[in-house]
Each structure stands twice: as C-alpha cells, then as structure tokens.
C-alpha cells in the first residue's frame, strides 16, 4: 500500500512515519516540500502520488495567534483541506484528515461522541471544523479522526514547554479548570495505521490516550515522570490557577474529553493511559 503523507514536519506526521508497517510505502512531504495552500500544487501533488491513501497531518495548530489570522488559519485548515479532500476522490484514493476537541464547546457532562454537536469557541475550532465540513461533502470515502492535547518528544508542545520552566523557573502556574485528555503523538500513529490496515468505513473518529487530566494534572505528572528519569534535577512548586487568571486570545473549552470507544473497539493498536504513554515518550527523550 502507498500512503502519502501531508505535513511531514510535524508531530503526528513524524509518527506515523516512524510507525509505518514494513509493508506500506511512504511519501513523505513537508511544508517546504508542498505548500497545502497552492491549491494548484496540492491538487498535481495528489494527482501524482498514486497514493492508496493520504494522510493529512498538516494544519495551522497556532490556536492564540489564529485569532489574528484567521485567514491563514482558514485557508491551511479548511481550503486547503477541501482541495485535498476532491482531489483525492477524483484519484480514487482514500483521506484520513486529522482533527481536533476544539470542535467542541466543552458544555458537555459527558465525553464527547464523534456524531455529538459541534460549536466551536475559537478561530481555529472554527477553521478546523470547516476543513471537516470539506472532507465530509467531498466524495471520496474519507475519515476524519479528531484527537488531543498533542505531544511528542520533538516540536512544540505542552510536555516539552513544562519541562522547559521546571528547569528554568522557581515556581510554575498552571490551569487546573480545563479537562481533556494528553495524548502521545506515538498512540495517534498506531490509531492511524489501525484504520488504515482494517479499510475502516468513512466518517469521523475519536483517538485519545485513556484517562482525563486538566492541564495542572498533567503538568505535576510530567515533573514526578522527569524526575524519577533524571531529565529534572530539582522540583519546584506547580500552582493550580484558573482560566480567568491566565487570559489568552483564544476561548478553550473547559472540557473536551472525546469518546474513543469505536475506534478502539475497530482498530488492533492498544489504547493506553496517558500517564503510561507520558512516560514512555519522557523515555524517548532521555534516550535521545
């Protein structure tokens, strides 16, 4: 099978190229090796591949700045979405386009369903769910998986920032008022790769590690797991705050835990807890 992957450069992209089944080809492209938003070049790139299947991993993730450009957030995470989207229906190739919680509102009192509705609070949920809208009016047989709260031991992400101020400051404040679940780059790979190999049935999917956390949970579980792996030296003390206390641009949702149960159910990958998963990439890192 050939498989072409979209956003090369970033997190879950790097991972499900390092994932790959022995028996799948890769192409690989980065955004300074395609530009999703020439739509010209997008739709050649496609054409050309001669791809079974695209991956699409490359999106505008800066949710704060988003706010202020939200037109390039637009045409990266919605347009571009949709040429890739037709293109790949006119090749007779299958999308898997990766998506987001922050499609949600976080009203809900229960973890959210894939078919549950949408209301984004913030340009980028907006962007993100428009390149949703796109994958699903297309005709091609697509899947859209959304996840969350993304790391991995390269790249920009919460996990990689803490670490950054448990090292360089005295103390650390941190939300305590937004619940979601982390999730490890690695895991989305294998759910990737899962849907792929079992030719699941087009439609939206959920993967997430297992378990819940607000982000000062995460926070103290990433100090305990560094320094029992030597990446810290000392501990310092992290201060639970909440969100009126830490304004930013863009609104969260106060919860956005996704329901997972039909993907993990479909594909052979393990699902695991994110504490498990967290120390397994903190591992990673110290063996890098």
């Known amino acids: 099978m050939k498989v072409l992957v979209l956003g090369g450069g970033g997190q879950v992209a790097h991972a499900v190229a390092a994932g790959a089944p022995a028996n799948h080809s890769l192409i690989v492209k980065s955004r300074q090796d395609l530009d999703i938003t020439d739509e010209a070049a997008l739709a050649s790139a496609v054409a050309g591949s001669g791809a079974d299947w695209i991956v699409n991993g490359a999106a505008y993730t800066a949710v704060d700045r988003a706010e202020t450009e939200p037109d390039l957030a637009r045409r990266i995470n919605d347009t571009a979405v949709g040429v890739m989207a037709r ?6 190739c299958r999308l898997l386009h990766l998506s987001t919680d922050f499609v949600f509102d976080g009203k809900s009192n229960r973890a959210y369903l894939p078919a549950d ?3 984004p609070l ?9 390149g949703e809208q796109q994958v699903l009016k297309s005709d091609g047989d697509a ?5 969350a709260w993304v790391y991995a031991s390269s790249g920009r992400n919460f996990a990689l920032t803490m670490l950054r ?14 619940i979601g679940t982390p999730t490890w780059a690695t895991g989305i790979a294998g759910a990737i790769w899962g849907l792929i190999d079992e030719s699941a049935a087009g439609g939206i999917y959920h993967w997430t590690d297992l378990g819940v956390a607000t982000w000062y949970d995460f926070a103290t579980a990433i100090q305990d797991e560094a320094l029992t792996l030597g990446l ?3 501990a310092v003390p992290v201060i639970p705050i909440s969100t009126a206390d830490y304004p930013t641009p863009a609104r969260r949702p106060a919860f956005s835990v996704l329901n997972t149960e039909v993907s993990r159910a479909l594909v052979k990958a393990p699902a695991r807890h994110w504490r498990h998963n967290l120390r397994m990439m903190l591992d990673e890192l110290r063996a890098e």
Do not use: F, H, M, P
């Open 143 to 147: 899947i859209i998986l959304r996840t």
């Open 122 to 130: 913030n340009i980028y949920g907006t962007t993100k769910l428009g």
């Open 117 to 119: 509705q949408t209301n």
């Open 165 to 178: 101020l448990l090292r360089e400051k005295d103390e650390v404040r941190v939300v305590c008022d937004q």
């Open 87 to 92: 293109a790949a229906a006119r090749s007779g």
């Open 232 to 234: 810290l030296a000392r």
